[in-house]
């Protein structure tokens, strides 16, 4: 090799051992059921690239990145219009990760990517509860005749583990149903003076913190496939994430970046900010 | 015809049943006396395309849009360069509308596309009341040497319907003059504490809401010609709209949606969404 | 309805009247086996509106747009991420299509669309011959381990038809497999001196063209998933169209438009124009 | 003042000497009439900043830009919506500067301001002979029953000049009664081998040259409202000027840039370089 | 000359005449230290055109540009990929601009051009205070081995004034190191409670106000190298600036506008905005 | 390491091995003294990305990238702002490449990044010779004072190897005085007629292909910085490349792509097929 210096290749602040490495990064570049508008498959190489426009350091949690030891595996690879297939993929990559005693930090892609990841945490943590980011329900029996899809994905999940171990944050949109559905269950939490007893719902249980980025106003993620103004500024959603501060944390997911729709870059720097704070956060 | 599925040509919700329908919706693609940056001509048809991309629900309503039935008539055609003949079709359109009992809402185009509607509701509805949402003040006597302009619409309608029949809200731009003649008027309802002498002004009237987009802040309505810093939020414009509950409203306008400076979609989405809450704010 | 004049929601020409047109444009806005760069699904609504800045006379061909008549169907609704299903949908309305005497000219979307089309068409016309115009061959066994992609496409239709029922016009790139496969069977037309031999193989038969828009230069053509430097210009194209002027030409496509990667639209009119062409020249 | 180094805001190789100035540069930042796609009114700002990135010096033509002394006027300024009165300004801004003893270089803006300025020239050249170059004929009576527009321009002129005197070069779309008038009138030159015959036209005459960059081929200048591919290389449209060598050229004109459809600048930058060529042409 | 009527080429509201002018406005279109994002070179002329769709009124501060007399210099040129010498040009117009008993109100670029600046500025005033407005402290002792950067500009001006004459406001990006040194050093004001406190440290010092862009929120600042999520809105940064009425302020600069990440024209419109705003302030 | 599939982080078909590759690549992400439009410092990295859409087989000469064993090895790290520091590290970079004795394939990067790369190859190669493709001359003395620059590189490098060891193809663009120098000194190979006489200074030398992409037409190569009509297309430039069959090839390079002036990827895709066939032809 030669001697340099050369930029790296990787995330900002990853490993280059995956051994030592606790938490995994993968990204998982699907788009194959978004029926508006695609592109989240452009989403963890592009993030990847804009996080070395950030800082290592953490103002607000007072942290650094290389606090927490990370490996940046790179984006699988799919079948393209085989979306069972990518499901799979997805899912052995998943299983094999927590085998191997590491955690999954997963990049999208749409939300769909989460369903495969949580039937393999299930296999290991049975008891696992959710905490979802979004400003969608994703609570649909079925969209457009399919039970798959990135506007059905909680629904699946939550066939799997039940209303009450989900929290739902920043929901905005979404049909009749789901937003009857979501008072029924009590699953939405739009009030952080409710957040004890919301935190009850995950007490002794590991948690996976799923976080779809339309979740975050328009106005600073335009780069996302339906933006759905009216939601959180970056400050909003660090002090919810903030919240679970001493929770058991063992996954999570970043999903439905959309570069395409970014033509400035200042939602996918935002977005490599989120990631960012996740990781200090998870350290 | 072909058994489908085919996508619908028409808006999000729209009747295919003219009679039935109490509102119509009319697209009006002019942006001829805009001097700074034109393109507000691509709105009804982008708007229209995008309204595919919203939830039928509104959670902040708790509504649907079917809840309100409307007709979606499409776009007027015109001839470019000849502001008075393109004044007098969008006239005779709205008589028309009126004559057959339904209600406008139009979809501009710039601004001046207000003022012929207002001129045939003046006819049928002679005590009229306008609430006008926008950045701009919209009260010169003249620009560029003329009268009629999308910078003088509402200096226009107020020589027909005088100073006390008109509500301004979110301006945050115009001349000296312009801010001296609304103190002068009191035309400017800038405090929501005031909301109730304000509305004195309507008590018994028909009212015609028209909302120049431009009143939202760019951050999430960059897709305008003359982006102005300091302006709503969504969640505070909706704040403001539900204010006029229980209003005589007979007519509304959305205007100065300008695609081409949409480049991520996030304003048109946004210019749907306001559209969505109208309608259903009507039914 | 409202006696406008209101701007038509259909193609350019387009006819009102579906009994008497003997022509019918159907949208298939589907990208989902797009390795690369999605967004074809934006094709047949972008196109249609690019169709009004068109002139309605062809000079190539001394002739009006009005001279064939033609019906706008719209586009198809597709269950995103379910291909088979997409596909499902789209045979079925090209044999409905059939069925009722008329001929399917399509609107892509990606270029897999064409291959349940040619099922439909095979039911029908069983001695179909196809004439292909495109930069990739498309005639993979397989691609990411998939058999149905818009890169195996022309593979699936010849293990229909036959190798000796295709003809291949402007293929510039493919692996070399491909290449080997089109010279052992002759089925690449690389040189206009050879048109007459080539001629021969549709003699007799019912001709379908198929026209992957990046069969042009991405000079012109830049609004494509997989740009490839090389290919023909607008009266290149045309002449070898005109090439086939007198054979019994009964279907056609034209595929693979991406808008969002024609930023100035000089693609998307360039594909309308090539429609219209195309369209007059059936006529 | 400052003693700099500060970069100028003229022209590159505009004098800053209007009375030994022989040509005078002035922007028309008109769009009006324009029914397709706005913009053109940012043509003449932007293709001065553009200038700046051209070397003096003609490989083609073996001169340099400082050989010719030119004044850079600025851009007029209009009242949009008036499209009379902005005539009447191009009017006698023309005529002024005619009556200085210079000749008028100028800028678009859309084709409709080509026609005040031949009215301004006919009054001091009544034999004038125009050299049209153009994708379009421009020839219709009227357009959306406007008789003035820029599809109606050059028909507007040919009124007052008479067919014998126009050449037109390039044209490749318009309707079939334009196509028939310039076969009736033998105004089209279509092949160089008839340009002796075409020549004999100018005999005598004071020429104008007018050059609508759309006769260009959308894939170098897509920055333009109504793109029609088939269009000039640069190379083809200079072997076609240098042809007018030795001809009395007393003015000219460079319209329909639009620099909202040139994203990458490759337009603009053939823009200028176009009008450099001309320049130097001229000197 | 020729009578018009013709656009001015300089900022709205600048006045004609060197000599009566207070303020020089000077571009600075340096952007070659930047290690991300480059572009910040065309802000100067980019924001002069956004200038003219500004009105003259600033309904915050009830006054008109008109009553500030400046001057547009227009843009330095550099020898790009000379650093140095970039500098000493800067600091040379700086030096004059003050010897002919100007203030200097620079338009960036990118912040190091800043530094030459005060180096100009301390040799007619020695004792004169920063305040500085920015998302980042620009406080490294070097960055890729470079001391003069625009990562490290605020440090070495420190290096001259000490930590005792700045004031940081809005900064919410660094390394561990320039958050520490800002605690010890108490340079950064994060609260508006603790203003009487800060402004002790102007107390009888000329005051120079040095605007990094960044400091607003992406959502209205995208047009910049290094989005920095988290910042402020325009009425946040007005009233923070409306807080230094009454101080000596001597001279002034707005940095790090870079165009080509503003693709809606939002931030640039913002940046003339905020440059009025201040000019007025000054006033 | 998780067992994927994942997608590769280095170009098509490049080599893991680095000891047994014969090429190694290298990105020069500098663009320091370009004076008009920056951003080539974005070339490595996205037509690396854009490699991913190519297919490994060229139908050109028959031939697979997998026939050439080249390592990649990924992006130099430089300090911006410092021209000087910035080339020595390229020059010590290219020296350690062919110490190792491997040939130096360079990704720009402006084309100053050339200079040190030669200035490297002339201390093992001191015979070598030039194959310069560009658009414009780079043959100036100085440029802005600065005798290093993208203006002036190839008379740095002549001064050093001598006119008579450079043959330029394509240049269009340039000063009175290149034009005479190049015509002085015969360097300009502009028909093909003359190559045989051309080839002859290459005989028995070591030969550097260094290509400036603006050598191709601005219709298929507009991302880049200067753009310049009247160029090649692609297959034209691959005729001259073939023409240099048989010649002892021992480095090149392929310089100032410029992505943010390719909105569409065209010509990002064209650069990665550009060093797809020249890496297949040094095969």
Redo the contacts between chains.
Sequence with gaps: ??????????WIGASED?KSSKW?L?GM?Y?????????T?FGP?TVR?ASW?L???S?LQ?K?INDVVFFD???????????D?TLS?IK??AA??LS?GKFWFGVGGEH?VTYPVIEAYLEKFPDIAIVHFDAHADLREEY???T??HATVMRRIVDKIGAERIIQIGI?????EE?QWMETNKTLLDDKSRIQEALKKLAGRPVFISVDLDVL????M??TG?????GM???EFMSWLLEFKGQNIVGADVVELSP???????ST??AA?VIREMLIFFS
Excluded: W
């Excluded at 905005?172 to 009749?176: A, D, L, Y």
């Excluded at 106003?217 to 600073?220: A, E, L």
């Excluded at 395409?260 to 200042?266: E, I, L, N, R, V």
């Design positions: 090799m030669l001697s340099g210096p050369f930029l790296p290749k990787n995956f995994v993968v570049p788009d194959g059921t978004c029926s508006n508008r695609p592109g498959r190489e690239l426009g800082e290592d350091y103002p007072n650094e595996a790179g984006e699988l690879e799919f079948p393209f219009g085989n979306r297939k993929i052995r990559a094999e990760t191997l769909l457009l005749g399919e798959l899809s905005r949109s979404g049909t009749k937003f106003d328009p106005s600073i335009s780069g339906t933006p759905e103004a009216g500024t970056f400050n395409h729709y970014d033509q400035s870059g200042a720097a935002l900010k």
